[in-house]
């Protein structure tokens, strides 16, 4: 019993950080291990991916989770992939063997996805003064109705 306890401790003590296999999508043949920071910060692992990749430090990556199967000459289509939310996550989910693919976002893309981004907040926002005029209203005329019958339920009673 005694020895089993003491192995519980050491795999418990040898946690390591994931390591992860990294990929450019213009270029999926040359593929890194990379592993995930201590920090699990996207900034501290993007650093490392373009020191790796030797990419410029004021590049714009996407991360996108890519099949661990995939094939050398497979074309990868990024609409069917996971992009992960680098700006407000952590990579704390991220998993040891994990696959991802990376993106160079030229500075074109960034505002494209910028105006959807925008675009989709604007509408939110008016979606979202809809529903809370919908809601006032409502509670508008739930109080006329109880104000109606409070009134006159004080006119039967005289």
């Known amino acids: 019993m005694h020895s089993y306890s003491q192995r519980t401790n050491i795999r418990k003590a040898r946690k390591r950080d994931p390591i992860v296999s990294v ?3 213009n270029n999926p043949v040359r593929t890194y291990s990379i592993t995930v920071p201590t920090s699990k910060s996207w ?5 490392k991916i373009m020191k790796q ?3 410029s430090s004021d590049s714009n990556l996407a991360i996108y989770q890519s099949p661990i199967d995939k ?8 609409n069917t992939l996971h992009e992960y939310d680098t700006q407000n996550t952590d990579m704390s989910k991220i998993k040891h063997k994990y696959v991802f693919c990376i993106k160079e976002i030229k500075d ?3 505002s494209d996805n910028n105006n959807k981004v925008n675009l989709d907040y ?3 926002q008016k979606r979202l003064k ?3 005029r919908k809601h006032r209203e409502k509670q508008k005329r739930k109080q006329k109705e109880s104000d109606s019958e409070s009134s ?3 006119n039967n009673s005289s």
Do not use: A, G, V, W
């Open 23 to 25: 990929f450019m999508h």
């Open 43 to 47: 900034k501290e692992f993007k650093n």
């Open 53 to 55: 990749f030797q990419l």
């Open 71 to 78: 094939e050398q000459d497979e074309t990868i289509n990024l």
């Open 108 to 110: 074109s893309d960034t």
């Open 122 to 124: 604007q509408s939110n």
């Open 130 to 132: 809809k529903k809370r």
């Open 152 to 154: 006159s339920n004080s």
